[in-house]
């Protein structure tokens, strides 16, 4: 007989991933019928328009296919052909072979460096070792590797912000463990308490759940927060005390938009701390950030403080699938070692990387100035990475995502669901990207003002 629903795994039935969801699909289908469609669901730039850095495809061209290197010289800076041509020499057979199952050794070494580069300055030393590091296709294998880890049975528990992204709440669903919701708080820009992580913890503890560790997202999916070092010294504090490792995702580490606010690693604050006992698996990404090569799958795990024999098991994890991608690992490696001063590419990578970033906080500030300014919407600043989640008064018995369906039927316009990815009881919201163009941008937002003046 063919295979049937009721065959299927009740983990895989009840695994739910919004970004990617029936919205999504009805926008797909309008669009095939000719709909213009304004895709705000997810965080995927240059779907959206952003251009790659020249220095990053000029290498990619040169390792994918060595003979430009001899037929066409020329047409590349030095510095590109002089990458190209290490990324080959210590690759050993190219991108067309396997690499080990953590990746490639001289890429982790590159990692361990950018870590140790970017974290030590006069007041704190912080150490990298490459042994530590394991390169994945994106973020979300090595996220989806550390939770299979971690998840050892049904009453297994993970921390997760709430909202937050749905990677989490789908793979921990998929492992047949438990997610063990946090809430943020909006009004103070989406930051963290004490006080809420304990209600959650011990509210888990009184269903018989078995906490293993928390997932905090910094810069924050959705909600476009930042935390101050104060906020990441205390939730390591509140993991120490109850015996949890930590997942760091720091995609968007580069993303960061005022001037007031800073990127602070975890890994930073837990040696400024001391702590040598706490387990700390920190997560980045070359889809976020400037470079926005999501397709490309490129990504890193960092695990500090972990035995030899766990470092093991994921390290077998990593062999099931044999390595990443080794475009992907190359990625990591231009990603962490970007042209230095005196090379011949560094004045145009400045230029375009700054050009990026510059762009996408002016685009930060009109998406959130101009949802806040209509009648019914509120929303918290954006100070880093790629999203806005404004809240939005609906009437009474409709929901988030009925807003979200007639919006996108009414202007073509697909964002998605705060259900999707957690929320208050008796609030709505919606996820909406920072990334189209600034005119089509203002665009969303007036299309948005409109049609929410008429839904209400």
Not at 172 to 185: A, S
Not at 316 to 345: D, F, I, W
Request: proline share 6%.
């Amino acid at each position: 007989m063919p295979l049937d629903i009721s065959d299927i795994g009740k983990e895989v039935l009840n695994t739910h991933y919004a970004v990617r969801g029936p919205i999504v699909a009805r926008a797909k289908e309008l669009e095939r019928q000719g709909r213009k469609i304004i895709y705000c669901n997810i965080g995927n730039p240059q779907a959206l328009g952003q251009k790659p850095l020249s220095y990053v495809r000029q290498v990619l061209a040169l390792a994918q296919w060595p003979e430009l290197l001899t037929l066409a010289p020329e047409a590349f800076p030095a510095d590109a052909l002089a990458r190209a041509k290490e990324i080959l020499d210590k690759s050993g057979f190219g991108l067309g072979a396997y690499s080990d199952s953590k990746g490639v050794p001289f890429v982790r070494e590159a990692v361990a460096a950018f870590i140790r580069s970017r974290d030590t300055d006069s007041s704190c030393a912080v150490a990298s070792d490459p042994e530590h590091i394991y390169l994945t296709d994106g973020a979300s294998k090595a996220v989806q590797a550390v939770l299979r880890l971690l998840i050892a049975g049904p009453q297994d528990g993970i921390m997760t912000p709430i909202p937050q992204y749905p990677l989490y709440s789908a793979t921990i669903t998929l492992y047949g463990g438990r997610q063990v919701g946090y809430f943020l708080d909006e009004a103070s820009g989406w930051s963290l308490s004490k006080a809420m992580l304990e209600k959650a913890y011990l509210s888990a503890q009184e269903k018989g759940i078995r906490v293993r560790a928390i997932c905090v997202i910094n810069p924050g999916n959705p909600t476009g927060s930042v935390l101050s070092r104060d906020n990441i010294a205390m939730v390591i504090q509140f993991a120490k005390e109850h015996g949890l490792s930590i997942l760091a995702d720091e995609v968007y580490q580069e993303n960061i938009y005022r001037p007031e606010d800073r990127f602070v690693s975890f890994a930073r604050v837990l040696t400024e701390l001391g702590e040598k006992v706490l387990s700390l698996f920190s997560f980045h990404s070359c889809s976020k950030g400037y470079l926005g090569e999501c397709g490309q799958r490129g990504g890193y795990v960092e695990a500090r403080n972990v035995s030899p024999e766990v470092l093991a098991q994921l390290t077998k994890l990593q062999s099931v699938s044999l390595c990443a991608n080794l475009t992907g690992q190359v990625l990591v490696y231009l990603m962490v070692r970007p042209p230095h001063a005196g090379e011949a590419s560094r004045e145009t990578f400045l230029r375009e990387r700054t050009a990026i970033l510059g762009e996408l906080g002016e685009r930060a500030r009109l998406l959130a100035e101009g949802l806040s300014k209509i009648p019914g919407i509120s929303c918290q600043p954006v100070a880093g990475a790629m999203y806005a989640f404004p809240c939005i008064r609906l009437p009474q018995g409709r929901t988030d995502e009925d807003y979200c369906m007639a919006l996108l039927e009414a202007t073509g316009i697909c964002v998605v669901p705060g259900m999707g990815f957690g929320q208050e009881e008796g609030t709505a919201h919606f996820r909406t990207t920072i990334l189209p163009p600034r005119e089509q941008m203002e665009e969303v937002v007036d299309k948005i003002k409109d049609f929410h003046a008429s839904w209400i």
